[in-house]
């Protein structure tokens, strides 16, 4: 295998699992080079995956964890982290492709995804693909589109804080954070059309474009990495109640223009 695509997944949160694995077909008859590797903690969930890669005649696998997280944790966050490291852990001591690939269950994305992210990789560590977030705005350097050189795998882990008051700090921001802080080379953009489903229904979609210069500015690497080290020892997420903040002035500012 060239490529894994490795998605954590939870029986609850796969609600559109048809559009999902059909969308994968496409994307595996385009690279067949390529595998695509569930993760999931419900160990009853396990059969019914197997069985959905077999009636999908899919290339893959399902990889079981148990969730690690503090006594006072609440967030489902720890679930995402453990299947994120469940699926790192996979390709590197289970495989030998070149890259890992984090598609979200809840998107459907153009078949050719792979080869554009191949692309766009080269002389690159790590490649983020923006999507419309399910909740406020546009996330440019989430997990659910990132594809990551197995050379910086091997110096990386999955992980995340999430604070007595409730605070947390996904493990997107913790990535962003410990790419910078490795010398990893980022690359962040829109490169391939999404859409992020909000239920069974209703999408957000988005296409290529290029990147503004005030998102180029608020994704800057280094001025991400001050952000999320500081929300760290503030315990509170900076980036995200900004991006909310901003959200909400935009959607405020249509409202009265309309």
Not at 126 to 152: D, E, H, K, N, Q
Not at 230 to 255: D, F, M
């Amino acid at each position: 295998m060239d490529v894994v695509i490795g998605t954590p997944v939870y029986r609850q949160g796969a609600h559109i699992i048809e559009k999902f694995l059909a969308n994968q077909q496409q994307i595996q008859h385009n690279y067949p080079s390529s595998e695509l590797v569930f993760a999931t903690s419900e160990h009853d969930f396990v059969d019914e995956l197997q069985h959905f890669l077999v009636s999908w005649k899919l290339r893959g696998t399902v990889v079981s964890y148990e969730v690690e997280k503090p006594s006072y944790a609440s967030s489902k966050i720890w679930n995402i982290v453990g299947g994120r490291e469940a699926i790192r852990n996979y390709v590197l001591t289970q495989t030998d492709a070149g890259y890992l690939l984090f598609l979200d269950s809840d998107m459907v994305i153009d078949a050719s995804v792979i080869n554009i992210m191949e692309r766009k990789i080269q002389n690159y560590d790590a490649v983020f693909s923006g999507y419309p977030l399910r909740t406020y705005g546009i996330g440019l350097a989430g997990c659910g589109c990132v594809m990551l050189a197995r050379s910086i795998l091997e110096r990386l882990r999955f992980r995340c804080y999430e604070f007595r008051n409730g605070e947390i700090i996904f493990e997107d921001n913790m990535l962003e954070m410990d790419l910078f802080r490795s010398g990893g080379r980022i690359k962040k953009g829109f490169f391939v059309p999404i859409t992020h489903y909000v239920n069974p229904t209703e999408g957000k979609h988005i296409e290529p474009q290029r990147l503004g210069l005030w998102r180029r500015i608020a994704n800057n690497s280094f001025i991400r990495y001050m952000l999320i080290k500081t929300s760290i020892s503030v315990h509170y997420n900076i980036p995200w109640h900004l991006k909310v903040l901003l959200s909400g002035l935009t959607t405020s500012g249509k409202a009265r223009k309309s």
